[in-house]
């Protein structure tokens, strides 16, 4: 199973099998991972999930929905794995507790956090009540957000709220993509994808340091260099 577009349930599996399935699943569709149940039955009485995937192109959205767990993203993933991506989270119920980068941070409905697949992590999943617990995920490859974001990597675990500023209204625009999936085709969804990619980076802008490693500081102002001369190639005025 690659990153593409389908819909997957655990009731459709053997009540035994539906842990490993599940963690198949997230590894396949995210990065490689390691899934815990943490509610007070065992996983022998099976696991309750389902996901849903659009490829987008730059960027896959997804959505999934679990019941009480935990997902680490450990060492021995990191080591194993072949791509490097970062994971923005959206949290759209229940709600959840994100470790990485030393920070510690819930999660309430509507916020978002970026985590960077090249560290460690532990996601804790809080479903509300009987409901289960969903997260939208938009999955980036780490070269297309770092040329929008350069010092992306320096908010790792940061808290997004979704309530105020350009974070919400990015929440929105996220969850509406998501709701609108199917009528995205062709250059619509890439198009689509590119202006997320677009507000992604601006919102991570509003959270940005004062102070970010310097080699992070001069790639983003190679990359501004390029921009402007590539932009420019034509022009009669700028000359050598």
């Given at each position: 199973?690659?990153?593409?577009?389908?819909?997957?349930?655990?009731?459709?599996?053997?009540?035994?099998?539906?842990l490993?399935?599940?963690?198949?699943?997230?590894?396949?569709?995210?990065?490689?991972?390691?899934v815990?149940?943490?509610?007070?039955?065992?996983?022998?009485?099976?696991?309750?999930?389902?996901m849903a995937?659009?490829?987008?192109?730059?960027i896959?959205?997804?959505?999934?929905?679990?019941?009480?767990?935990?997902?680490?993203?450990?060492?021995?993933?990191?080591?194993?794995?072949?791509?490097?991506?970062?994971?923005?989270?959206?949290?759209?119920r229940?709600?959840?507790?994100?470790?990485?980068?030393?920070?510690?941070i819930?999660?309430?409905q509507?916020?978002?956090a970026?985590?960077d697949?090249?560290?460690?992590?532990?996601?804790?999943?809080?479903?509300e009540?009987?409901?289960?617990?969903?997260?939208?995920?938009?999955?980036?490859?780490?070269?297309h957000?770092?040329?929008?974001?350069?010092?992306?990597?320096?908010l790792?675990?940061?808290k997004?709220?979704?309530?105020?500023?350009?974070?919400?209204?990015?929440?929105?625009?996220?969850?509406?993509?998501w709701?609108?999936?199917?009528e995205?085709t062709?250059?619509?969804?890439?198009?689509?994808?590119?202006?997320?990619?677009?507000?992604?980076?601006?919102?991570?802008?509003?959270?940005?340091?004062?102070?970010?490693?310097?080699?992070?500081i001069?790639?983003?102002?190679?990359?501004?260099?390029k921009?402007?001369i590539?932009?420019?190639?034509?022009?009669?005025?700028l000359?050598?």
């Amino acid at each position: 199973m690659t990153v593409s577009n389908y819909l997957l349930d655990t009731n459709n599996i053997n009540v035994r099998q539906q842990l490993d399935f599940w963690v198949d699943a997230v590894c396949r569709t995210y990065t490689g991972m390691t899934v815990h149940k943490t509610g007070m039955e065992s996983a022998g009485n099976g696991f309750a999930g389902k996901m849903a995937v659009k490829d987008m192109g730059q960027i896959s959205i997804s959505s999934a929905r679990a019941e009480r767990s935990r997902v680490d993203r450990t060492r021995a993933n990191i080591s194993n794995s072949t791509e490097d991506i970062f994971l923005l989270y959206l949290q759209a119920r229940g709600q959840s507790q994100l470790r990485q980068a030393n920070q510690d941070i819930f999660l309430q409905q509507g916020d978002l956090a970026l985590c960077d697949g090249t560290r460690p992590s532990e996601l804790n999943l809080l479903p509300e009540a009987a409901n289960q617990h969903e997260m939208i995920v938009v999955k980036i490859p780490t070269p297309h957000l770092v040329t929008l974001a350069p010092g992306a990597r320096a908010l790792a675990g940061i808290k997004m709220d979704g309530n105020t500023g350009v974070s919400a209204i990015l929440s929105n625009l996220i969850l509406n993509a998501w709701k609108h999936r199917d009528e995205l085709t062709g250059n619509f969804e890439a198009q689509v994808a590119g202006k997320l990619l677009d507000f992604i980076a601006l919102s991570l802008n509003e959270y940005m340091p004062q102070q970010i490693p310097g080699s992070t500081i001069q790639a983003g102002h190679l990359l501004q260099v390029k921009q402007f001369i590539n932009n420019r190639l034509t022009d009669p005025e700028l000359s050598i």
